[in-house]
């Protein structure tokens, strides 16, 4: 038996239907580059009939690593499992592995080596899909020892296969929620994130193999939407409640709205029926109390006008952006008549009646239409170098030196 004293890391494998899937993931963490002295596995069956429970049991009587095999009725959902896994934990931290996913061989050694070197709560280990598409924009060309979730993509993979430290878990009382059927991973990584001491991301190893099932079983789940505006609204409160009013709110606000928000209203959303399509704007009306200028400067023009329609409650002004993206057709683009500001002309702009002001239109960051690069005519001032940077630029590096700013003054 490992000495708990001695014990870095307990990874966390909740199993339900796992076969043939989590022969895969058990081999590749007997197959860590870290001692077998140093981890121990909590394996948790979650009422599995295919014999899941059966190879857990044997993995166990045979293996060099310590591991503990837990037996339970199905409980509906991975948060059982992980909570179940997390309350028996005794390594200084925790990973969560799915079992239909594996690790790189070296896994374990590199995420763990980080976090003693830099000091930080949470480790990101570069993923990578295996039939299937994994979060990419993340990931540098060399490690990070410490990123500032503020100015950083982390915030776009809150999933929970991360390495954790255990204290802090313990110390606010982080678990996953059971009462939630989606984006309770989300929930728990957002707020390890803002009660850390620091995140730490391995990008040169690819530390976690997301494998998409043959059966499907592992995609997302499809359990209407009321649980996803649940999630979304748990997310912008918590973010509310951790996070005072400033641009650092403001920018994981953009989070919500961009991945969540906008995808329980595209183009599907004329196809439902009158009934539904109200009570999503009455759903969204607790997450778009959040909606601020702040936020909507973060976002690309055709993302914000899809969120100030639903905002507004216009759906059929939606209906009409929709469209217009759907046509591949791109945007003109005009300048104020004063000042350096530049709109995308989608539908609606200016146009009587609409109630959509200009600045919804104006472009604040970089943006895509079909296949090229979308940025203002170069316009320069007399005497200004025609090399000065563009629009989008200096409004990103205004956002940042503001972020600075705020953060002196809190």
Not at 53 to 73: K, M, N, W, Y
Not at 115 to 141: E, F, H, I, P, Q
Not at 212 to 221: C, E, I, N
Not at 357 to 373: A, C, L, Y
Request: hydrophobic share 40%.
């Amino acid at each position: 038996m490992n000495d708990t004293r001695n014990l870095d890391v307990s990874v966390i494998i909740g199993a339900y239907e796992a076969m043939p899937y989590l022969t895969r993931c058990l081999q590749s963490v007997e197959a860590q580059t870290l001692s077998a002295d140093r981890f121990e596995i909590i394996a948790v069956d979650d009422g599995s009939t295919d014999g899941t429970g059966a190879h857990l049991d044997e993995f166990a009587a045979r293996t060099a690593i310590s591991t503990t095999v837990i037996h339970q009725a199905n409980s509906g959902g991975p948060s059982g499992p992980r909570n179940v896994g997390l309350a028996r934990a005794r390594g200084r931290f925790v990973f969560f592995l799915d079992a239909d996913d594996f690790l790189g061989f070296e896994a374990l050694e590199r995420m763990l080596a980080l976090a003693d070197k830099a000091g930080t709560d949470v480790v990101l280990g570069k993923m990578v899909g295996v039939n299937r598409g994994a979060a990419g924009s993340m990931w540098g060309r060399h490690d990070q020892e410490r990123v500032d979730i503020f100015d950083s993509r982390v915030i776009y993979t809150l999933s929970a296969q991360k390495l954790f430290r255990r204290e802090l878990l313990v110390r606010h009382g982080i678990t996953f929620d059971e009462k939630m059927s989606s984006g309770e991973d989300a929930l728990f990584t957002m707020e390890a994130y803002l009660r850390s001491a620091g995140v730490s991301v391995v990008s040169e190893y690819v530390c976690y193999y997301l494998v998409g099932r043959d059966d499907g079983l592992h995609a997302t789940r499809t359990g209407g939407y009321e649980p996803r505006f649940e999630a979304l609204t748990a997310l912008v409160e918590l973010i509310a409640e951790l996070v005072p009013e400033g641009p650092e709110r403001d920018f994981l606000m953009a989070r919500p709205f961009t991945v969540g928000l906008i995808q329980q209203f595209g183009p599907g959303v004329v196809k439902e029926s009158e009934e539904v399509r109200a009570h999503k704007l009455e759903l969204a009306g607790r997450i778009t109390k959040y909606w601020t200028p702040g936020v909507a400067k973060l976002i690309k023009v055709n993302e914000r006008l899809r969120i100030e329609c639903v905002a507004r409650g216009r759906l059929d002004l939606l209906a009409d952006i929709h469209r217009f993206i759907a046509a591949r057709h791109t945007p003109e683009i005009v300048r104020a008549d004063r000042g350096d500001a530049a709109y995308l002309v989608y539908p609606h702009f200016r146009k009587p009646g609409a109630g959509l002001p200009d600045e919804v239109f104006e472009m604040t960051v970089p943006e895509w239409s079909v296949s090229r690069r979308l940025q203002p005519p170069a316009r320069p001032k007399p005497g200004q170098d025609r090399t000065a940077p563009t629009l989008a630029r200096r409004v990103v590096r205004r956002v940042r030196r503001d972020m600075r700013r705020w953060k002196a003054s809190v």
